[in-house]
């Protein structure tokens, strides 16, 4: 598949510098993870892999201003979020990043589309106006037709798709998805891949977390993780030779 080239795109949407997170003090002590540095360019997919408790989850939440590094710092569009304050920071999550979680955050009590539209009606968008940008969303994910029902009525893979609207709605410059697909049949999987692989052709960046090769393919690059710290990076195409690299170098296998 063709995919933009990220070495034309000019300054970094997302930088990790040199960005460590510990969790708990003396025996307790974690460290999640250890001197990261990251740019995310406009236009590029970047999969994020590795095996469980690997640091994966924790750098998307530091990528997303949802935590905090122990040391280093998070940009993004060059804007320090451990700069700003609690309402700055929740202006440039909600207007720069798109998060994609796992247990999909949606609200109950709202419908699909007002779940999808609510961060533009936060923004000041008028409610009709975030409405019809929600349905566009909904379109775009091949589920127009939930847009009035609630999560409570919905399959987990129709609120995985309905949270993935909710993260492109509007012009996100940086979407972030922790295993987007995992509650998604292979079919409705890879077209939603489709989905954020256009939206990074169209000038977005993107970081997922996946644990499958086939998935990462779909990346500009593929960065592992390993005890908290990038062992390797290489283009999407030699991911599954990454993952078998990395789990010779470590004498044992690679598991999600």
């Known amino acids: 598949m063709s995919h933009t080239d990220p070495t034309r795109s000019g300054a970094a949407v997302l930088h990790l510098d040199n960005v460590t997170r510990v969790h708990g003090q003396g025996a307790a002590e ?12 406009p236009g590029e997919f970047v999969a994020v892999m590795g095996p469980s408790g690997s ?12 935590d905090t590094p122990s040391t280093g710092q998070v940009l993004v569009e060059g804007v320090a979020l451990g700069g700003l304050g609690r309402k700055r920071l929740a202006e440039v999550r909600r207007r720069s990043v798109g998060y994609v979680f796992q247990d999909y955050n949606l609200i109950p009590a709202l419908t699909a589309a007002e779940n999808v539209s609510l961060p533009r009606e936060l923004d000041g968008l008028s409610t009709r106006a975030a409405r019809r940008e929600a349905l566009t969303a909904l379109e775009e994910l091949g589920i127009p037709e939930l847009a009035d029902r609630f999560p409570d009525d919905m399959s987990g893979g129709q609120q995985q798709r309905v ?62 993780l390993r005890d ?21 170098n470590a004498k044992g296998p690679v598991a999600e």
Request: glycine share 10%; aromatic share 2%.
């Open 55 to 66: 640091g994966k989850s924790t750098l998307l939440t530091l990528a997303g201003g949802l």
């Open 228 to 248: 908290g710290r990038m062992v390797d990076e290489s283009a999407s195409q030699d991911a599954g030779s990454l993952l078998l690299a990395a789990a010779t």
């Open 30 to 41: 974690v460290q999640a993870l250890r001197g990261v540095d990251l740019k995310v360019r």
């Open 163 to 224: 949270a993935i609207a909710r993260a492109l709605i509007g012009d996100r410059r940086l979407v972030l998805a922790d295993e987007p697909t995992g509650a998604l049949d292979s079919t409705t999987g890879e077209s939603v891949l489709a989905v954020l692989r256009a939206r990074c052709d169209a000038g977005a960046a993107a970081m997922m977390v996946t644990h499958e090769a086939r998935h990462a393919a779909w990346a500009d690059r593929v960065v592992f």
